[in-house]
């Protein structure tokens, strides 16, 4: 949720900020902007609108400097406009910020502002934030630095900033605390951004920022202290970057790329990790917590969205093959009630991002509680991944479209494997069906392939149903998360109302929604229980409803029911079975498209969200 970027050196600013920019789009953009010193005089542009708008509204007006912060927008605090874009300045015009997260008690701290002559010309929390540093430093009459410390020692809330002071300009500061941070560190030269994307062409040296800390970069050096004041010793890490990873490749969209990037990046989850002459599973992220998952007594999966989404799926494998019971929760209801863990439960949080608020508060409640806490995360030195105990890395590559697709085949691949992993140790699985279940999980990929090489049917049931306004997703098992993963892709980009529904609830009430108009999507791809899902298709037909479904390869008795059908490539296992999301995927990609509709940065949304 918002990107930022910054830099302090010796090079034209501005390239540095527009290019970084972009590539952070995918966080947020409703609204932007930049600011950058000139001789230590400041000009900050910003505008509502894209990254595009911004470079428009700027065109050739001034820009030089070698000192800049930028920000790209998802709204909280006030409607997506000019004046609420980021940066915002101080009224006086000593502090310029740009600001990602929440700052919770900034309607306090602006009545107290106000009551001492403050003025305010947006909605924003953030501009409280640029007001209260800068009333701090004017009447404490301290340094930028202090005044930023000891502000952000009376914020409660969220924060990622970089801050920029006009009469310190040899400066920037940065601090974080819940929101992402990075630090890029070049010769005499540093960048910030939300994370590394905006200047990995430029180094590839990174600081990951702590929570409660704050770098001071001059062009020389770097500076990190807690925000009480304590100094830290910087870390140094290199990060591995693909470039081509965040291009489009040819594609016309991120998201039709990483859905056709699907076969490599399945492989690359579990290269290293599938031993197929010694025929077994080795995940070392584990190693110095598996007595704890050995003995746990419960495992209970947290996530958001589609996480939440490979959660439910990992809890049919789970449960089938390590046989310890398996709780599947949103995180943001987790965090929320008071629940019963102990120490002998273990918490696996999922999440592509790493930053997601609330999954990272409930790795907080479930520490506070004493769970062991175990991540599935993509993106390397995330928060979440810093903050649990012990994980595994998804290695999916960076995910730009906000509809999450190879990640989520990602992280059920990681599940898969742990599950795999664990159930062998318990002496759980006999050895001839873990061969059969190693055999079906390292072909997940070939089978992916296999898929994409034809999408002519999906592109024309997509073209026929572009335009209804509803549709209804049905699966049963470990198909029901297919279902519901499929409605939540349709809707978030293409805006058309969907709900997945396990499909023998479909009785229960939302049968009463089926007509001729109706297209329901069925994935009947089961083996086990074929014969009921057969019997929920057939309820719908009774009722007139429009059958797309799902099948095996060689499927004759709910082809033989269906108004189209989608061929899967057979399989044996629940494993194989999450190539079924990959039609629905495409299916909803196409359908946005076809109604016209932003698919890499739907309305409302933002690829990474990191406000409660
Ligand atoms: O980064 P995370 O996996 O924690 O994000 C969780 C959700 O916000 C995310 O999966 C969201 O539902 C996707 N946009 C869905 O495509």
């Not at 609108?49 to 070698?66: A, M, P, Q, R």
């Not at 589609?306 to 809890?315: K, N, R, V």
Request: charged share 25%; hydrophobic share 40%; with cysteine.
């Amino acid at each position: 949720m918002c990107g930022i970027v910054g830099y302090i050196g010796d090079r034209d600013v501005y390239p540095i900020l527009i290019g970084g920019l972009k590539r952070l789009e995918y966080r947020g953009y409703d609204s932007s902007g930049i600011a950058i010193l000139n001789n230590g005089k400041p000009v900050v542009y910003k505008v509502k609108g894209k990254i595009s708008d911004l470079e428009n509204f700027i065109g050739t007006k001034s820009k030089e400097g070698t000192i800049g912060i930028g920000h790209t927008r998802w709204a909280t605090h006030g409607e997506p406009n000019d004046v609420n874009a980021h940066p915002h300045t101080s009224m006086n015009g000593k502090f310029i910020i740009v600001h990602n997260g929440i700052i919770e008690n900034y309607a306090t701290l602006k009545q107290r502002l106000i009551k001492r002559g403050y003025t305010f010309k947006s909605e924003t929390d953030t501009e409280v934030l640029a007001n209260l540093i800068e009333y701090i430093y004017l009447f404490g009459k301290t340094s930028a630095t202090e005044a930023v410390r000891f502000a952000l020692n009376k914020v409660q809330g969220a924060y990622g900033i970089g801050v920029i002071c006009t009469d310190e300009t040899d400066k920037l500061i940065v601090a974080r605390k819940s929101s992402p941070l990075v630090v890029g560190v070049g010769d005499k030269e540093f960048f910030i951004g939300s994370d590394a994307t905006p200047f990995i062409e430029y180094t590839n040296n990174v600081i990951y920022l702590d929570n409660d800390n704050m770098a001071v970069l001059t062009k020389g050096e770097v500076s990190i202290k807690t925000i009480k004041n304590d100094a830290i010793e910087p870390n140094i890490q290199t990060v591995d970057f693909d470039f081509d990873e965040i291009e489009k490749g040819g594609f016309d969209h991120f998201m039709l790329k990483e859905i056709f990037e699907q076969p490599k990046s399945i492989s690359d989850t579990i290269r290293g990790r599938v031993d197929y002459s010694r025929n077994s599973i080795v995940l070392g992220g584990l190693m110095p917590v598996m007595s704890k998952i050995m003995n746990a007594r419960r495992i209970i999966i947290v996530g958001c969205g589609t996480s939440w989404h490979a959660g439910l799926f990992g809890e049919y494998l789970f449960e089938e093959y390590s046989r310890i019971p398996v709780e599947v929760e949103y995180a943001s209801e987790f965090r929320y009630r008071d629940p019963v863990i102990n120490s002998d439960d273990v918490v696996i949080a999922i999440s592509q991002s790493g930053e997601t608020a609330d999954t990272l508060a409930a790795i907080k409640l479930a520490k506070e509680k004493g769970a062991t806490v175990l991540g599935i995360c993509n993106v390397v030195g995330s928060s979440i991944s810093r903050e649990t105990d012990a994980g595994v890395y998804t290695h999916a590559g960076p995910e730009i479209g906000v509809a999450s697709t190879k990640a989520f085949t990602a992280q059920v691949m990681v599940l898969a494997m742990m599950a795999l992993f664990v159930g062998k140790a318990k002496y759980n699985i006999k050895p001839e069906k873990y061969s059969e279940l190693i055999d079906e999980l390292i072909h997940v990929p070939q089978q992916i392939e296999t898929m994409l090489k034809d999408t002519s049917v999906i592109e024309k049931v997509a073209d026929i149903y572009k335009d209804s306004p509803n549709f209804i997703y049905l699966g049963r098992g470990c198909y029901y998360p297919i279902a519901l993963e499929g409605a939540l892709k349709l809707k978030e980009i293409s805006y058309i109302h969907a709900i997945g529904y396990p499909a023998a609830e479909m009785k229960h009430g939302p049968i009463a929604l089926i007509d001729e108009k109706m297209p329901v999507v069925v994935i009947g791809a089961n083996k086990r229980g074929y014969d009921k899902i057969v019997n929920n298709v057939q309820e719908v037909k009774a009722r007139h409803g429009i059958v797309i479904s799902i099948v095996r390869e060689g499927d004759t008795e709910i082809a033989k029911m269906s108004d189209y059908v989608i061929e899967v490539p057979n399989f044996t296992t629940a494993i194989g079975a999450l190539i079924t999301v990959i039609p629905l995927q495409l299916l909803s990609y196409y359908i946005a498209v076809k109604r016209g509709c932003n698919v890499d940065q739907p309305r409302n949304l933002a690829k990474s969200v990191t406000v409660e």
